[in-house]
């Protein structure tokens, strides 16, 4: 099966500093690479997403690589703000049977943007 | 509705004893996935289901937990004699059909069912 590795898995950062998590996976047949945020007590919440034909994605301050031959994809926030503060979980997944298949999640990093 | 619902928010049970938790997926998605998240954080995938099918059940611990999606009802997913272990957040997540092209679809989460057993 699809295992996912995330480092590092806390990451502490200045505000206004840009912070860089990554990601492998090891199931070419991956395809859909989602980064959630959660913080504490709370929901996942999907911030971006990268299908694989697809090498780079950018939304405001926050920007997902993929690299399909490495089988590595990284999330890069820049302009860190407190706000930013949460842990972060990449995840993998792909088309099985026809349908979405589940996602198999990193170990979660924990960002902590000090003022 | 356009958030995942889930219900109750916290679920405490005694070891031995039974737990169900429901689930309302947004309107019009198609698929349900349950999730349990432990104390360390990580996710491990139970059950998923297209409409009221079962998709993928590699992850049930088929002993003691089952799921349901039934038409016109919160999917749910029962603990039968929980243990110690079992303490855990349970998410739900749905998502719509594939795209035209045949790619994944986001899965949105809801708020998660805290269940603690003593």
């Known amino acids: 099966g699809e295992n996912v590795e995330q480092h590092p898995s806390t990451l502490s950062v200045q505000e206004g500093d840009s912070a860089v998590i990554k990601c492998t996976y090891s199931?070419?047949?991956?395809?859909?690479f989602p980064w959630y945020k959660q913080e504490l007590g709370k929901r996942p919440q999907l911030i971006i997403d990268i299908r694989s034909n697809v090498g780079e994605k950018k939304d405001q301050r926050i920007a997902v690589t993929l690299n399909k031959t490495a089988k590595h994809f990284s999330l890069h926030i820049t302009e860190t703000q407190p706000e930013d503060s949460a842990v972060y979980f990449c995840?993998?997944?792909?088309?099985?049977?026809?349908?979405?298949?589940?996602?198999?999640f990193g170990k979660g990093t924990l960002l902590t943007v000090n003022p | 509705g356009e958030e995942v619902a889930q219900t109750p928010k916290h679920l405490v049970r005694g070891e031995g004893q039974k737990a169900k938790l429901y689930c309302a997926p947004i309107?019009?998605?198609?698929?349900v996935f349950w999730y349990q998240q432990v104390l360390k954080n990580e996710f491990k995938f139970l059950i998923s289901?297209?409409?009221?099918?079962?998709?993928?059940e590699t992850g049930m611990p088929k002993e003691r937990f089952s799921a349901k999606c039934l038409p016109n009802s919160p999917c749910s997913l029962e603990i039968q004699a929980t243990k110690l272990e079992d303490s855990a957040v349970y998410f739900c997540?749905?998502?719509?059909?594939?795209?035209?092209?045949?790619?994944?679809?986001?899965?949105?989460f809801g708020d998660g069912t805290r269940l603690s057993i003593l």
């Open positions: 289901f297209q409409n009221e099918n079962v998709f993928d």
């Open positions: 309107k019009g998605h198609s698929y």
């Open positions: 199931d070419s047949a991956s395809n859909y």
């Open positions: 995840a993998a997944s792909k088309v099985w049977g026809g349908s979405n298949y589940k996602l198999t």
């Open positions: 997540a749905s998502s719509q059909l594939l795209l035209r092209d045949k790619s994944n679809q986001p899965q949105h």
